[in-house]
Structures are given as C-alpha cells and as structure tokens.
C-alpha cells in the first residue's frame, strides 16, 4: 500500500511538471500571436481556455495509468474525473458565453467600451434568445410525442455542442497529416524554399498594395466627414478618434490629394450622417489598419528570409554564412559559434528535415491506419502495448508519441487556418482580438 501511494505522488509529481510545462508554452504562443494593442482582458480569457485544452495532453496519460493501476473507484480516479468535469464546464462556459462576448466587443466599432460591451450584450441576447426559441419547440415536439427524457435531452444538447469542434478537429487533423510531412520535406530543399519565398514576396507585395489603397479610401472618406458642418460634439469626437487610427503620413498625403469629385461622390454614398454608419465605418477602419499593419510585416520577414537563404546557399564552400541581415558572432567563441551555425544550415539541415518528413509520413500513415481499425471495430497495437505496460513512465510514453503528434497535426492545422477578411492567427505579434478569441473557441 505504501508502495502504491508513493507510485501515485510520484505520478502526480510528474504530472504536476507536465502541467507547467504547458502553461508556458500556452503563454510562449499567446506572446508569440497576439497584438501588443489586444487588452489584458482578452489575453486572459485566450490563455485560460488555450491551457485547459492543452492541458488534456497531460492529463490523458495520467488518466490511463490510473485506470488501468488503480481502477475506477480508487479516490484518485474519482478526484481525476472531478476534473475532467470541471474543465469541460469551464471549457463549455467560455466557448459559449464568455468567449462570443469578448468577441463581439472586440469586433464592435462603437467609440466607447461601455458602448461595446452593450452592443456585444444585445447581438447575443439575440442568438441565445433564438436557440433558446428552437430548443422550446423541440421540447414541445418530445412532450406532444411523450418521449422526453430529461437526460436523453441532456446527452443530446451536450453532443450537439461538441458536434461543431469535433467536425474542425476532424477537419483540422487531415489536414495536418498531409501538410507535416510536405511541409518539412519542402523545407529540407532550400532552392525550391528560395523560390517559394520569391513567389510570396512578390504575392504579399500585392496584398500590401491592395491594403494601403482600402486605407487610402478610409481616410478619405473620414476627411470628407470632417468637413461637414452639421457635426454634433459626439460625432465630432467619433470622427477625431477615428483619423487618430491612421497613420499621420497617409492622413497628410490623401488630405493634399484629395479632390473635389471625390469629395462629391463619398459625400453623396453618406447622406444623411448618423453614429450607426460611423460605428461601422470605424469596424472597417480597425480591420484595414490591422490587415494592412501585418500585410506590410508579413512582406518584411519573407523578404528577410529569402535574403538570408541567399546568403546561406552562397555561403556553402566558405564555413561561414556571410549575410548583411546578420552581424557575425563575436568573443572568444565567436569563430566557432559561426562555424556551427554554417554546419546546420549547409550540412544538417537537409538531411535532417528530410528525416523528419520520412518520420511524420509514417506517423502519418499509422495514424490513418489506426483510425481505419478502429471504425472496423478491430484492435490497434496501441491497445496491446497499454495492456503490457505496468509503469506510469512506460505508459505515459505509450500515450504521448502518437497523442502528441494527433494534438500536433490538429494544431498546426488550427494555426494555419486562415479565413480570408475575417480571422486568421498570424505570428510575431500581428493577431488581433477578436481572432485570438476566435481560435480559443
């Protein structure tokens, strides 16, 4: 018995490190993602529901272990299914109230945050107030049926909630299988990465002019506005605060181009001016400052990129990569910090990654095998090495490779998910609020 306490404190020790170890990462990729502009409010709601969801990698392991040590009546299961409870209603309760409120006062484009968080409450009372009128027919459909069961319809509400994230989950996992595997095995060819980088640059070169020109409209419509003289003090304040969003170059440039016959034309698509159209164009003005903001970074990195392969592909006969985007290691350990840097790229690096592609392909195709016996109802070798397994150690390893690998592919198909106009998670600190809060739901 003493033997198997101090098995379960260790376990929880481990898993205790575990847990800080993606409380990190969680906060490693919320600094990585998010815009510095995003409230500390945002940041907060983001990072608690990214971490209970990254949390379920270290608590599976722990899970299994305990099952098959322990069984399901130990007090330790029951304290660890305490838990899974809990997580999953925090989970449900921000993904379906706290989270689409941040969102829609991230979104709104009112001038105060009073007024934000007014309209964020009205759009969901709304939605809320229209499920709740489909589930009372439903309702009334099971009790004119006399089939209602109160915990059937529970199961029922809790499937069907589960059903949108399950479909992106699925949906997010395909992807990743392909993708990993072609991913590194295109970065382990650094010419065609070269030409790559070449074709997005040029690429983001068009998205950034199409993004400064949408501003351009911006702010030439915000200057026509203020030169109206039937201006209230409130509108007059709405339209300071949205010229000050604009960087001070553009707004001089477009004010000494602007001309009469536009002036004309935004003046008669306005007509008669009210707070609700300068609420909306104030949204839109948010949105093309942001987009053009991380159009423009987006543009810097692969051009910095490209430039540095250059310098590494030319650098191949001389043990030294040779760049002007880098200054070169200096000190005692200078020579030999650059050398090493030039054997990665030049000689590790290819091998490597191709390595890594022939490793995730595999893991790849087992994962699809695994998936296709279980739909067949047959068992998978996973089963027989956890039913062999007796350590915590043993069967942690057991559940992590191929559990982090399916969080990895579902993942990095969750941070690549770009929805064109609307959200998208960007890296180097170009993700806005209301994406962040998309992606956490």
Not at 106 to 123: H, M, P, V, Y
Not at 166 to 184: A, K
Not at 248 to 268: C, G, M, W, Y
Not at 315 to 324: A, D, G, L, P, Y
């Amino acid at each position: 018995s003493t033997q198997s306490t101090w098995g379960v404190l260790m376990v929880l020790e481990f898993t205790a490190v575990e847990l800080c170890a993606v409380g990190l990462v969680t906060l490693s990729l919320l600094y990585r993602y998010s815009a510095k502009s995003v409230p500390l409010y945002i940041k907060a709601v983001v990072y608690i529901t990214w971490l209970l969801c990254f949390s379920i990698v270290a608590l599976i392991p722990l899970d299994v272990y305990l099952t098959s040590q322990v069984g399901e009546q130990g007090q330790d299961f029951i304290s660890l299914r305490t838990v899974w409870y809990s997580m999953y209603w925090v989970t449900f309760s921000m993904t379906w109230v706290v989270l689409p409120i941040a969102q829609e006062v991230e979104d709104a484009g009112d001038f105060t945050q009073k007024a934000r968080i007014k309209r964020s409450l009205k759009n969901n009372g709304i939605f809320y107030a229209g499920m709740a009128a489909l589930g009372s027919i439903f309702f009334v459909y099971l009790l004119m049926k006399n089939e209602f069961q109160w915990k059937a319809v529970m199961d029922f509400a809790i499937s069907l909630s589960n059903a949108f994230g399950i479909l992106l989950v699925i949906s997010f996992l395909g992807y990743g299988l392909v993708e990993i595997p072609r991913d590194f095995f295109n970065k382990s060819k650094q010419d065609i990465m070269l030409k790559y980088y070449h074709f997005e640059a040029s690429s983001l070169d068009e998205s950034r002019d199409d993004a400064l020109s949408e501003m351009d409209d911006l702010i030439r419509k915000v200057l026509v506005v203020m030169k109206r003289s039937d201006l209230t003090a409130e509108e007059k304040t709405a339209v300071d605060l949205m010229i000050s969003e604009f960087p001070s170059e553009r707004v001089s440039l477009n004010r000494s181009n602007l001309r009469t016959q536009d002036e004309k034309e935004i003046s008669d698509e306005f007509g008669g001016l009210t707070m609700d159209k300068l609420i909306e164009l104030n949204r839109k003005i948010k949105r093309s400052v942001m987009d053009l903001r991380r159009a423009e970074a987006k543009w810097e990195r692969t051009l910095e990129r490209a430039f540095l392969l250059e310098d590494i592909l030319n650098s191949s006969q001389e043990r030294r990569i040779k760049s002007s985007l880098r200054r070169p290691p200096k000190g005692i350990f200078g020579s030999c910090i650059g050398y090493l840097e030039w054997f990665w790229h030049v000689k590790l690096h290819r091998p490597i990654y191709f390595g890594l592609a022939i490793f995730f392909s595999l893991l790849s195709a087992l994962t699809i095998l695994g998936e296709i016996l279980i739909f067949l109802g047959r068992p998978t070798a996973l089963r027989f090495l956890l039913e062999l397994e007796t350590s915590f150690f043993s069967i942690t390893l057991t559940c992590l490779i191929p559990l982090l690998y399916l969080v990895y592919g579902v993942y990095y198909g969750l941070f690549s998910m770009k929805i064109s106009g609307f959200y998208g998670l960007y890296p180097h600190h170009q993700t806005d609020g209301g994406s962040l809060v998309f992606f956490a739901m």
